[in-house]
């Protein structure tokens, strides 16, 4: 069965300062990959995903995120984080199964960001 | 392009009663599926519905089911209400592929 890690249950980074989220996933297939970002109170709003092809994948709002295979992670990154970044951060590993398909969401990640 | 909707946004029950949640889901897409996110907690899989029928179910008991319609909209029931069902619960509508989800904002509800 597949699942996801995200090591990090709370990180606080400097307003301007570079941000790197961790996730490492288990699956035995190539994945889809997944991070989406969650405001209090709201739904999940997809940042970027993994299909296939380039390993580094840009997304919305600056994000990117680097799949290695080796280290079965994918880790999203950003050089320089604004405050409306503060939220939760969900890494997902998404199957498919004929006309079934599901995502599998890590714990998450709290940001903070200090100004 | 209409995203999805759930309604209501909060809700209260008491333990052993029944619940109706329901979901709108984006046009164009025949797909819906259903996650509970407990507090401080990732979502978990309930279940998805193609073709007003259910192909997939999470680890989820019996009490917890579910209707597509025609117009793909979706409904999640919950019998028997117990302490622990207090989550989000969000829907997400999609075009029967895994990267096509679109989740709407979800469903507060708590169980006292």
């Known amino acids: 069965a597949q699942s996801v890690t995200q090591p990090d249950i709370h990180i606080t980074v400097s307003e301007g300062a570079s941000l790197e989220l961790r996730c490492n996933y288990s699956y035995g297939a190539t994945p889809y990959l997944f991070w989406y970002v969650q405001s209090p109170g709201q739904g999940l709003q997809l940042l970027l995903k993994?299909?296939?092809?380039?390993?580094l994948v840009q997304g919305i709002k600056g994000f990117e995120a680097e799949f290695k295979r080796s280290q079965s992670s994918f880790n999203l990154r950003k050089p320089s984080v604004h405050w409306s970044d503060a939220a939760e951060y969900f890494c997902?590993?998404?199957?498919?199964?004929?006309?079934?398909?599901?995502?599998?969401f890590g714990t998450g990640t709290r940001l903070q960001v200090t100004l | 392009e209409t995203g999805v909707t759930q309604s209501p946004t909060h809700l209260i029950k008491t333990r052993g009663q029944q619940v109706t949640l329901r979901c709108s889901s984006q046009?164009?897409?025949?797909?819906v599926s259903w996650y509970q996110q407990a507090l401080g907690q990732g979502p978990q899989f309930i279940f998805q519905y193609y073709r007003e029928e259910e192909n997939g179910r999470g680890n989820f008991p019996p009490r917890f089911s579910g209707l597509q319609f025609p117009n793909y909209s979706s409904e999640l029931n919950v019998n028997a209400l117990e302490l622990d069902d207090s989550a989000l619960y969000l829907c997400?509508?999609?075009?029967?592929?895994?990267?096509?989800?679109?989740f709407g904002s979800g469903t507060r509800l708590t169980v006292v």
């Open positions: 993994y299909f296939s092809g380039d390993t």
């Open positions: 997400a509508s999609s075009s029967t592929s895994v990267g096509g989800y679109t």
């Open positions: 046009s164009g897409h025949n797909t």
């Open positions: 997902a590993v998404g199957i498919n199964t004929g006309t079934a398909s599901k995502l599998t």
